[in-house]
């Protein structure tokens, strides 16, 4: 996701250089408690629920189905997922989900999308430019999802850090099989970089790195297919599109994170979808002059296998 703090932007629907970036938060910020997470407490001393049985999670996601998903973390107060406990973060996605299972040809799978490692624009403690999110959250999530049989996407904006090294860190989570990745160039900004500042990129070979790790994980813990969500807020920040690998155990999409109205919106994800990998859309709900309908999301061509709103 593009967005780290969800601070206003100029439209950046069309996908292009002169959308205006939203700022980092500070690291220190992540690191006081939230409001919004009041209630994970009781949710984390419950029994977890179990993970899905194979059967029931395993085959291909897309095109069969369609996953409509939530992003945030209680951390980004401004998320969907910062507005709300993770229970009640669960409650309002099936609700948010129930339009598009009515009108759509798909079944829809819900999500959430958990920024997992968050880009800060001060260097932190490692001097990495990016906070980890704590096991208790993770953990938290992960039990609100299952127990309305969703599933779990764990975003990395790298900062400093590289990609496949933070995607190392939450294997064990990725090992359980409702747990997917998502990454977002725009916070890739390399070993001298700051977000904010730098114009962050993710070229096709850390990509491919990525998602064949990902299908290592898949053959040896004998796990269904996994989500790798590719967040794109600008056109340079994936710039070798067309040469990311499409891998069987891996179902890679290119999520269109531009902000502002829905023509500029619709514009801009036809210029960065492609047909090669799978296709996603997202839609603020504070920032988006003119929110739009899933009526009108399912119409649009191509047509979008995931859907996100923040």
Known sequence: ????????????????????????PHSHELNRPQ???????????????????????????????RVVSFWGSPQLTRSILGRLSASAAAERLVEQAAPYDRRG???????????????????????????????????TYLRAARRVGARL?????PGRSKPLAEVRVLAPWLRE????????????????????????VLRAA???????????????EDLPQKLLVLHQYRSPSLPD????????????????????????????????????????????YSLDRGLLSPAQVLRLRPEADFVMYQ
């Open 153 to 157: 996407i764990l975003d990395v904006q």
């Open 241 to 284: 599109r067309e040469r990311i690998a499409t891998r069987p155990e891996v179902a890679s999409l290119i999520n269109f994170d531009g902000i502002g109205s829905g023509p500029a919106k619709r514009r801009g994800y036809a210029r960065l979808s492609r047909d090669r990998l799978f296709n996603g859309f997202s839609l603020f």
């Open 35 to 65: 409001a919004s997470a009041a209630g994970s407490d009781q949710l984390e001393q419950t029994p977890a629920e179990p993970p899905p049985d194979d059967d029931a999670s395993g085959g291909d996601i897309f095109p069969d189905s």
């Open 177 to 200: 099989p409702d747990v997917d990745l998502a990454i977002d160039p725009e916070w890739n900004v390399g070993p001298r970089g700051v977000p904010g500042r730098t114009d962050g």
């Open 105 to 139: 040809e798909r079944p829809v799978i819900p999500a959430f999308n958990l920024v997992a490692a968050i880009a800060t624009a001060d260097a932190g403690r490692d001097g990495m430019h990016r906070s980890r999110q704590s096991r208790t959250v993770i953990r």
């Open 206 to 220: 850390t990509v491919n790195s990525v998602s064949a790790y990902l299908g290592r994980l898949v053959r040896q």
């Open 1 to 24: 996701m593009a967005v780290a703090a969800l601070a206003p932007a100029a439209a950046g629907a069309a996908g292009g250089p002169s959308a205006e970036r939203p700022a980092p």
